[in-house]
């Protein structure tokens, strides 16, 4: 009896025993035929076969309303097996008119005893469908191992980066290098975005050539982010026209021209002169890629008057109506400073100082406040820091500290000299007026869509208050008078509309000396007046001859706003009138200069 229930207890532990292989051999197979199923036939094609990486396509860069500005196209790359070529020449003179190459170009690269070499890189795929029929027809004359049939070259699939628009918007788009890495501009600023995910794919291949129809995709690529810009192709087109013409005209060495919602602080239209085409830059030089808005710094001139005024009325120091006698000279220190044209002394309100760009009228409203608090003002406006755009290779500009400032620094920087901006920090500087007096850091940036789609828009840009909106509005009011026809830009104003703004003639660095050489001309602007849309800045660099700010940038603002507003179906002001007090006599008669929406 012992005996048999032993034999039961043996009996019994072989079934588990037998019960627990059989069970770990049903997880490794599932482990082998699910889990690890892909690693596996990933590892077996290796081993069987060919494989390549199998390039992504780089996200595509829209404006606003998805126009392409940039864009990946399928491309093929033709190789050679060298050591298949037997006869050099007479191969090249077949192919090289399929190719577009010389035939001695030809013939160098597919000589040699270089398993692998680059006959033509990122070609049309017709170029290749092209090149396949035409050596399959030649080798039909031949029987199957003849030496005289031509073999060894064959495809590897890729991406090439195409610009739809071409030079339209390339400093600010950039392009990708030959690597297809993200080289200046947006292109390098997202190119980690942009960029995507390889994949990778199987061939089969005779004699070491990849055989053409052979690929089997074994990971598929996964195309990089797309990027919608808060640009408008439209706006940039007629912003571009126009900044290019005025270069042109001026024999100016650059222009530029930034729309942007100062609520919002979208840009609408980024446009520089001259530019350049992305889609070519074997001869474009380094300088001409920069994007001039955010890497080149300058001092702003007569346009920076408006933070030291703005300064003064927020701190209580004058009103729109204060009067000052104004001389065409003022000497501080060891330097004498001038207005841009000889008068006698004048009795001018503020408003007047700033609709009439007197110099030395803004170092007198300037000493009316301390260092440091015209120092503050500086800063909160954003000079010395960048505006946050995300922008490669945006400059901070130049504000010296506080502690470094010497005799006639208080004096030149209250007229706009003394300090440096980029293009884009002065348009923020008028997007604040514009805006109540607080300050939104600029964008270009809409949003992004992933490989699959889904749109994700960006996220609201920061923001902070600089000046109250009662100075604001004050200023808003004094700056309309900058276009009537006693202001420095009455070719600034647009019929129907109420337009603000300031013009700047700044002496320029010249580089090459360390001095004081040419002019930048400039004019800021906003409309309407009583209820700010959008701010246009207008900066033109170092041009010839003519070079007032009033009469050079003041046309391109005009034309580039009036197309804003009327595209953007902004409903015209009327014909209200803004009382400006220009000097003492209209103050005391109350017979005041008027800046009329009807100029």
């Not at 008119?97 to 006959?119: C, D, F, H, Y």
């Not at 890189?121 to 030649?138: F, G």
């Not at 995507?196 to 089997?216: F, H, L, M, R, V």
Request: charged share 15%; aromatic share 8%; net charge positive.
């Amino acid at each position: 009896m012992g005996n048999f229930i032993l034999a039961q207890k043996r009996i019994k532990a072989l079934i588990v025993f037998f019960a627990l292989v059989v069970l770990l051999f049903g997880a490794r197979l599932v482990q082998v035929q699910a889990v690890q199923a892909n690693e596996y036939r990933l590892k077996a094609i290796d081993e069987m076969s060919n494989t390549k990486v199998l390039p992504a396509p780089r996200g595509v860069i829209t404006d606003v309303n998805g126009v392409a500005f940039a864009r990946s196209v399928a491309a093929i790359s033709i190789v050679v097996d060298q050591t298949q070529i037997s006869d050099p020449q007479r191969v090249a003179n077949l192919i090289a008119p399929i190719l577009g190459l010389p035939a001695a170009e030809v013939a160098q690269s597919i000589t040699g005893k270089r398993k692998w070499n680059m006959v033509l890189q990122n070609a049309e795929p017709k170029i290749w469908n092209k090149l396949n029929s035409t050596l399959t027809e030649y080798n039909s004359q031949f029987p199957t191992m003849s030496p005289q049939r031509i073999i060894g070259f064959y495809p590897e699939r890729g991406y090439i980066r195409e610009y739809p628009s071409g030079s339209l918007i390339a400093s600010l788009i950039g392009f990708v290098n030959n690597a297809g890495v993200g080289a200046s501009g947006i292109e390098s600023t997202f190119n980690s975005l942009l960029k995507g995910t390889d994949g990778k794919y199987s061939y089969a291949n005779a004699g070491g050539a990849e055989i053409p129809g052979s690929q089997t995709e074994i990971v598929p690529a996964s195309a990089g982010t797309s990027i919608r810009l808060t640009i408008d192709r439209d706006i940039q087109w007629v912003a571009e026209e126009a900044i290019a013409k005025a270069v042109k005209d001026s024999g100016a060495l650059s222009g530029t021209v930034i729309v942007m919602d100062p609520k919002t602080g979208e840009i609408l239209a980024h446009a520089t002169a001259p530019t350049f085409d992305p889609n070519n830059t074997s001869k474009v030089s380094l300088v001409a890629m920069r994007n001039p808005s955010v890497q080149d710094i300058y001092e702003p001139g007569s346009t920076g008057k408006v933070i030291t005024v703005a300064a003064a009325i927020e701190e209580k120091k004058v009103t729109p109506d204060t009067v000052f006698s104004v001389p065409y000279s003022l000497k501080r220190y060891d330097q004498v400073f001038k207005d841009h044209e000889k008068h006698p002394v004048e009795r001018l309100t503020a408003s007047g100082i700033l609709a009439t760009s007197s110099n030395t009228g803004a170092i007198q409203i300037g000493e009316l406040l301390s260092n440091k608090t015209l120092y503050s003002y500086l800063t909160k406006f954003g000079i010395g820091t960048t505006t946050g755009s995300g922008l490669a290779g945006e400059a901070p500009g130049i504000l010296r500290k506080l502690s470094d400032w010497y005799g006639t620094t208080p004096a030149s920087v209250s007229f706009g000299q003394g300090y440096s901006v980029t293009v884009l920090q002065a348009t923020s500087i008028f997007a604040t007026i514009a805006n109540d007096g607080i300050r939104v850091s600029p964008t270009v940036i809409a949003g992004k869509s992933d490989a699959s789609g889904n749109y994700t828009p960006a996220e609201k840009r920061s923001s902070q208050r600089v000046i109250s909106s009662q100075t604001a509005e004050s200023l808003r009011l004094m700056m309309e008078s900058v276009v009537s026809a006693n202001g420095t830009a009455p070719s600034a104003a647009i019929k129907g509309y109420r337009v603000a703004g300031k013009t700047g003639t700044a002496n320029r660095i010249d580089d090459t000396c360390g001095c004081y050489r040419g002019y930048t001309a400039s004019f800021i602007g906003f409309a309407p007046a009583d209820k700010p849309a959008y701010v246009i800045n207008v900066t033109i660099q170092n041009p010839k001859g003519q070079h007032w700010g009033g009469a050079l940038a003041g046309p391109v603002f005009k034309k580039v706003m009036t197309f804003v507003l009327q595209s953007r179906h902004i409903a015209p002001t009327g014909t209200t009138i803004i009382p400006v007090s220009l000097n003492e006599k209209d103050v005391q008669t109350e017979k005041v200069a008027y800046a009329t929406t009807n100029n």
